[in-house]
């Protein structure tokens, strides 16, 4: 089992900049890919990005490429992801999830996921 806890939502205004953080405890993280998914109200659950196992490729959403940016640090069991010039359309509950072994672009792909941290971007 692999438990996640995401932390860092909030309310911020249109521009601003946020950072997510995702905790990761139980088993060795750094065997983990390691994804970033939303899910704004009333629609289906995104792919925002994902990472591989040692950090040394990442892989975003064409929609989001220059703005969001994944990263890990394997020594502290974290996961990341750097968001700027927020929209109001970057509102969602943001959810981080880990899959063995390999990154995916599938939502349904990853085996353990975060409860989540909700994202507002007022305009």
């Known amino acids: 089992q692999v438990q996640l806890v995401e932390s860092g939502g909030g309310l911020v205004q249109a521009g601003d900049s946020l950072t997510l953080s995702c905790a990761a405890s139980g088993r060795t993280f750094s065997h983990y890919a390691m994804g970033w998914l939303r899910q704004a109200p009333g629609k289906e659950r995104d792919f925002v990005a994902t990472i591989t196992r040692s950090g040394e490729s990442t892989y975003s959403a064409d929609s989001l490429k220059g703005r969001f940016t994944i990263s890990r640090d394997n020594a502290k069991n974290t996961l990341y992801l750097q968001m700027n010039s927020l929209k109001p359309e970057d509102t969602a509950v943001y959810y981080c999830?880990?899959?063995?072994?390999?990154?995916?672009?599938?939502?349904?792909?990853?085996?353990?996921w975060g409860a989540g941290t909700q994202v507002t971007v007022s305009s």
């Open positions: 999830a880990a899959r063995l072994y390999f990154t995916s672009f599938n939502t349904n792909s990853y085996e353990y």
